[in-house]
């Protein structure tokens, strides 16, 4: 089982920065890709930023030139740096990290959710 604890949430106003940060815990044994996805009232989840072991990485378009994400591995943590944030970037971020574990001698793929933090840009 692998546990995810997220942090760094708030309330900025436009123009604004927060980072957030998403620890992973368990029997891991590898991690193949780190990201954020975000949830507005009334929208779908969406992708926002993921990070693959290889450090390649992937934006949602309304992101691109403001968000950057990164990870380290030996802390098994990903980081979303929000800069120039906007009203329209208010929603719920969770964090979603997929890879394997091994544990009683056997491996397992897993997909794993955070819990979610809120980040609410005021105008």
């Known amino acids: 089982q692998v546990q995810l604890v997220e942090s760094g949430g708030g309330l900025v106003q436009a123009g604004g920065s927060l980072r957030l940060s998403c620890a992973a815990s368990?029997?891991?044994?590898?991690?193949?890709?780190m990201g954020w996805h975000r949830q507005a009232p009334g929208k779908q989840r969406e992708l926002v930023a993921a990070?693959?072991?290889?450090?390649?990485?992937n934006f949602a378009d309304y992101v691109k030139g403001r968000f950057t994400i990164s990870r380290d591995n030996a802390k098994n943590t990903v980081y979303l740096q929000m800069n120039t944030l906007k009203p329209e970037d208010t929603a719920v971020y969770y964090c979603?990290?997929?890879?394997?574990?091994?544990?009683?001698?056997?491996?397992?793929?897993?997909?794993?959710w955070g819990q979610g933090t809120q980040v609410t840009v005021s105008s």
């Open positions: 990070i693959t072991g290889g450090g390649s990485t």
């Open positions: 368990g029997s891991i044994f590898s991690i193949n890709a």
């Open positions: 979603n990290v997929r890879g394997r574990t091994y544990s009683g001698g056997a491996f397992r793929d897993f997909n794993s």
